[in-house]
């Protein structure tokens, strides 16, 4: 049965676009987890309104990729409970260090997911850019919406003397968490 929110199939490579957007899912799905936390604690701070503006543009991302998961028949990871967890915990934990501490969780995310769009670009680019030219718009945008927020999270003092230390464990975190997404 033919349904009008479906992608034509024909010629695409199939694991590669389910690997995509389920991680970019799994991805988007995260992230509005720990701006949720973040907000929970610094909702009604002077920082709340900047939080609560970067969790907007990842609401919209996070419709974007429950579209693209229907119309190219994707299954989510199995791991959106833990992710919905460990979402929330990672922006609730950072912002309870203050608004340096949320600001250099995002800064350490973004940095990750625009690093992780811009490989996903380049892997859709070498397999044909024309036939992939919806998904690549897509990503480029939303990868450009990424490094706006981390250039928000530096402009708002993310490079707290800890900084190193907190964005590589992030880091770390952000990376086991595509590895796995992409996989299961």
Not at 56 to 68: M, R, T
Not at 177 to 182: G, M, N, P, V, Y
Request: hydrophobic share 40%; charged share 25%; proline share 3%.
């Amino acid at each position: 049965r033919l349904c009008s929110t479906r992608v034509a199939q024909g010629g695409i490579n199939k694991p590669i676009i389910d690997r995509i957007i389920r991680v970019d899912h799994a991805g988007e799905y995260g992230a509005n987890r720990i701006y949720a936390g973040q907000m929970a604690v610094l909702g009604r701070s002077s920082v709340g309104p900047v939080i609560q503006q970067m969790w907007n543009q990842e609401k919209v991302h996070l419709k974007k990729f429950n579209e693209l998961m229907v119309a190219y028949r994707v299954r989510p990871t199995v791991l959106l409970p833990f992710w919905n967890v460990a979402g929330f915990v990672l922006g609730a934990g950072s912002a309870l260090l203050g608004k340096k501490g949320a600001m250099a969780c995002t800064v350490a995310v973004e940095e990750s997911i625009s690093e992780h769009y811009n490989n996903q670009i380049r892997t859709l680019i070498e397999e044909d850019p024309e036939k992939y030219k919806e998904l690549l718009q897509v990503i480029k945008q939303f990868r450009d919406e990424e490094q706006e927020h981390h250039d928000i999270g530096l402009e708002h003092d993310a490079e707290t003397p800890a900084y190193s230390v907190l964005k590589t464990a992030i880091q770390l975190g952000c990376k086991a968490a595509i590895f796995l997404s992409e996989r299961i």
